[in-house]
């Protein structure tokens, strides 16, 4: 199976329905890490935005799972089997029809991950060396590993994102994170999705590398050697792979941490508004469905994804349910949507765990 960066689901519900449901980036929505805007007075649900920290009452818990339930009858193996092997050809024909009709600018990236802004304290400063470009289309394949010739040899500070899309998360790091010894590595099964990021006028060739690879695919060749990245971002891309071969592909990135790296994840939680959406017909296995346009996705439990993170060797930092009440005033819409929200450690420092 092959995986690619999968847009906010929000975009997607406005590019279905043909309604505006997209939630302003304006100051008035930028809030504090895990959000401080509760809804204490039902009556005032239109008065902003977003809401965080909805909790649910029982009654929504029991008539989401009913919903799940009753649309959980999975298709014929012979048509998962085909959503399968025409992964690649679905999110190509996505970003050929949109192309970057979907950047958002993702305001609140250096709240929650911090680890992307410049980092306190002092690093050793960038080596100049001699550095290979490997080809976009065919992956990394040609590239040599050595000990200073691979792209980023010379950084201080190297940040892969996974599922890197249009580029949503990857240029905000690289206009924001001004580290001289910063570099940034991306990557997206669709090769469309990464000619797009590789002529947008602020891809820097010189802080950055995109290329094409299959997440999914643990033996495929990454740019890096093992333990040299200190942080590896996974946002809306996991929920894309088969559940089949989530556990194998986060291994694989753990050992291309550091001691000490992070990986962070925000992906999509059970029961959110996306997954109670799916109508009958739609269901590939539990909790696991295909869209309209052929593209797949999984809605977690944090249990499962710690088991996956520990299993990999790493240790909890934060493991936490986002419940948000999303609002369109203009339409008089509410959204409740459920998104979980990790970070993992490897080895030897101690994790805090902020939320569990």
Not at 292 to 307: A, I, K, M, P
């Amino acid at each position: 199976m092959a995986v690619v960066h999968a847009v906010d689901e929000v975009e997607r519900i406005s590019s279905d329905s043909g309604l505006d449901l997209s939630i302003s980036s304006t100051s008035e929505d930028k809030r504090p890490q895990f959000g401080t805007r509760f809804l204490t007075d039902p009556r005032q649900v239109f008065q902003h935005n977003a809401w965080d920290n909805v909790e649910w009452t029982e009654e929504q818990e029991v008539a989401a799972a009913k919903k799940v339930q009753e649309n959980s009858q999975p298709l014929p193996p012979e048509k998962q089997e085909d959503y399968d092997c025409r992964a690649n050809e679905y999110w190509n024909d996505f970003y050929t029809i949109h192309e970057n009709r979907f950047f958002k600018d993702r305001h609140w990236l250096f709240t929650e991950f911090p680890e992307l802004a410049p980092q306190p304290g002092p690093r050793p400063e960038p080596v100049a060396c001699q550095r290979q470009q490997g080809d976009v289309s065919g992956g990394v394949s040609d590239l040599s590993l050595g000990d200073a010739d691979f792209p980023g040899a010379s950084a201080s500070y190297r940040i892969l994102e996974v599922g890197c899309g249009v580029g949503n998360t990857v240029f905000p790091i690289l206009k924001t994170n001004n580290d001289p010894g910063l570099f940034v590595y991306c990557c997206d099964f669709s090769s469309t999705a990464v000619e797009l990021v590789k002529t947008n006028p602020e891809y820097d060739g010189e802080r950055c590398f995109a290329f094409v690879h299959d997440l999914s695919d643990d033996q495929a060749a990454y740019p890096v050697k093992d333990g040299t990245l200190d942080v590896i971002v996974l946002i809306f891309v996991l929920s894309a792979l088969h559940p089949d071969k989530m556990q194998e592909s986060i291994r694989r990135l753990a050992s291309l941490l550091k001691p000490g790296g992070v990986m962070l994840l925000r992906d999509y939680g059970r029961y959110d508004m996306a997954q109670l959406r799916f109508k009958k017909g739609r269901c590939l296995s539990e909790n696991f469905y295909v869209r309209g346009d052929g593209t797949r996705v999984y809605f977690f439990t944090q249990d499962e994804l710690h088991s996956m993170f520990t299993d990999a060797g790493l240790e909890k930092v934060q493991n936490l349910v986002d419940r948000r009440l999303q609002v369109n005033r203009g339409k008089q819409l509410t959204m409740y949507r459920v998104w979980i929200q990790c970070k993992y450690r490897k080895g030897g420092a101690p994790a805090q765990d902020t939320e569990s």
